[in-house]
């Protein structure tokens, strides 16, 4: 079975980064793990990962940006590669929301990770450098 890999982007406002998630889904491209690194600047971030998330019940505004597939063999690895990626500290200028690292560089390094192990095709940092920012 084939796993796909979709950047989901919830904008915020123009003075607010867009929040970055990860799903892997199957098929159907709505359900699958969603991993994200949720918290602020000013807080720090800690890593969610959703085993069942399902898209199709996310009432926020959102946008997909296919990434790639992957083999399913990965799906059993994909929280531990997660978890091998710190999640962004305290930003030392918390008040500019567009400095330091977020829940955009997370994902980033997540994906980058990804396709560094031969789970995802480079063309998906492609893509995610595509995606919308805010």
């Given at each position: 079975?084939?796993?796909?890999?979709?950047?989901?982007?919830?904008?915020?406002?123009?003075?607010?980064?867009?929040?970055?998630?990860v799903l892997i889904t199957t098929e159907n491209g709505k359900v699958g793990q969603e991993f994200q690194a949720i918290g602020s600047p000013f807080h720090g971030y800690n890593l969610e990962v959703k085993e069942e998330f399902d898209l199709s019940k996310e009432f926020k505004k959102h946008s997909c940006v296919f990434l790639g597939s992957l083999d399913d063999s990965w799906k059993s690895q994909l929280a531990?590669?997660?978890?091998?990626?710190a999640a962004p500290g305290i930003s030392s200028t918390p008040l500019d929301p567009f400095a330091g690292e977020n829940c955009q560089s997370w994902a980033r390094q997540f994906i980058q990770s990804l396709i560094d192990r031969g789970a995802l095709e480079s063309s998906a940092m492609e893509r995610l450098e595509a995606a919308p920012r805010v």
């Open positions: 079975m084939t796993l796909y890999a979709y950047l989901v982007v919830f904008p915020e406002s123009v003075k607010t980064p867009a929040h970055w998630a531990g590669v997660a978890q091998s990626i």
